[in-house]
């Protein structure tokens, strides 16, 4: 069974500063790798996507995310936040085949941005 | 992008009454949603996967006679949480997977048991 791991439950940073939330991944089969973005009371939203390809992947609001295959990571990472940036983070992943499109989510990650 | 949107947002209601939740695709046909649950401060769970004409898939320990689930069209599936007890208070999310295998997630839906 697939598990995804995000390392830290929070994360405070000052504004303009760079943050890197930490995700990694356990599979015995190929896996297609998310980060998603939760604003209070409100859905998931996609900020990127693993699925093939290229092991950088950029995502929407400057976000972006680097698949680690040999330390099964797949961090997400931002050179300089904004306040609004402040939200909880989710990383996914499923492991495709006849399991597609069920996600395991992490715990989250909580970052807060101070002015 | 592609929208799902879930009705109603926040629900109130007493214990041991029933409680219907709407997920539905409006832009695009999905054959195949997911019911997730959030506990505060917690991650998503994954509820059960819902097939269009077919019966839902429920994960290990999720109580089927008391979380239904209907997908009775490619744009709609219910989630009715039956005989509604406090500790069913919880944020709802629904799913629809895409054309493209990719997921669009609802809004979520409060509910509030009593």
């Known amino acids: 069974a697939q598990s995804v791991t995000q390392l830290d439950s929070q994360v405070p940073v000052f504004e303009e500063a760079p943050v890197e939330l930490r995700c990694n991944y356990s599979?015995?089969?190929?896996?297609?790798l998310f980060w998603y973005v939760q604003y209070p009371n409100q859905g998931l939203q996609l900020l990127l996507k693993?699925?093939?390809?290229?092991?950088l992947v950029k995502g929407i609001n400057g976000f972006e995310a680097e698949f680690n295959k040999s330390q099964t990571s797949f961090h997400l990472r931002k050179p300089s936040v904004h306040i609004s940036d402040t939200a909880e983070y989710f990383c996914?992943?499923?492991?495709?085949?006849?399991?597609?499109?069920?996600?395991?989510f992490g715990q989250g990650t909580i970052l807060t941005v101070h002015p | 992008g592609a929208v799902v949107s879930q009705h109603p947002s926040r629900v109130i209601c007493k214990s041991g009454t029933s409680v219907k939740i709407e997920c539905r695709s409006l832009d695009f046909q999905a054959t195949t949603m997911f019911w997730y649950r959030q506990f505060p401060k917690k991650s998503l769970m994954l509820m059960a996967t819902s097939n269009e004409g077919s019966k839902a898939t429920y994960e290990q320990g999720v109580e089927k006679d008391k979380f239904l689930i209907n997908h009775a069209s490619l744009t709609l599936s219910t989630l009715t949480v039956t005989s509604a007890h406090p500790e069913d208070s919880s944020f709802y999310i629904c799913s629809a997977r895409a054309p493209s295998n990719e997921q669009f997630f609802g809004p979520g839906t409060r509910l509030t048991v009593l």
């Open positions: 599979s015995s089969v190929s896996v297609y």
């Open positions: 693993y699925l093939s390809g290229s092991t």
């Open positions: 996914a992943g499923n492991a495709g085949g006849t399991s597609y499109g069920k996600l395991t």
